[in-house]
């Protein structure tokens, strides 16, 4: 089985590829990822011993039904629209995105306090979130030392690699 890490590496890969679509079968595993607009949709699932080579696979039905992450000027103009909320410049704050695909959690348990909200400060070694990948929980950090302007993604929302997460004023 491969290592979170390695998995990493080999989405950064084919997301910076001419690539459409890469499988990757070792030792039971089986590692399938396709791009579609933009967008890495990967799914791993064990293969069984004395299966034949079919593996059920759940996809969209077409593009379109892959959720992509909204640039931030889109989120923000719907807040606008939403809650006369006033636009932000972001050109000056940094993005903390999402390292891989997988899903968002706020907090460590869903008893706890959640680690940072708007307002919040951190430094670059705090953490803000955890992504879990193939029930594997990584710790986000925050990259920068700074104040948290705006939370991107929802508590259990899934996220895709390189989704921002966080926008951060920067001291």
């Keep these: 089985m491969l290592k979170v890490q390695e998995i990493r590496e080999l ?25 579609y607009t933009g967008t890495t949709v990967t799914s791993v699932q064990p293969v069984p011993q004395a299966a ?18 909204a640039p931030v000027q889109e989120l923000k103009q719907e807040e606008a629209n939403n809650v006369a909320a006033t ?17 968002f959690y706020a907090s460590p348990t869903p008893e ?17 979130c955890i992504v879990e990948a193939m ?3 990584n710790e986000i950090e925050a990259e920068v030392n700074g104040e948290i302007v705006e939370v991107l993604a ?3 929302q899934l996220v895709e690699y390189g989704q921002p997460l966080f926008l951060v004023k920067p001291e």
């Design 11 to 35: 989405i950064k890969l084919v997301d910076h590829s001419s690539i459409d679509e890469f499988v990757y079968e070792n030792e039971g595993s089986k590692i399938k990822m396709k791009k």
């Design 52 to 69: 034949a080579e079919v593996v059920p696979v759940i996809q969209p039905a077409s593009p379109a039904a892959v959720s992509t992450p």
């Design 87 to 103: 636009p932000v410049d972001t050109s000056n704050l940094h993005k903390i995105t999402s390292p891989m695909v997988g899903t």
């Design 112 to 128: 706890a306090d959640v680690y940072v909200k708007s307002g919040s400060v951190v430094t670059k070694d705090s953490i803000v």
């Design 135 to 137: 029930k594997l929980f």
């Design 154 to 156: 929802k508590n259990g």
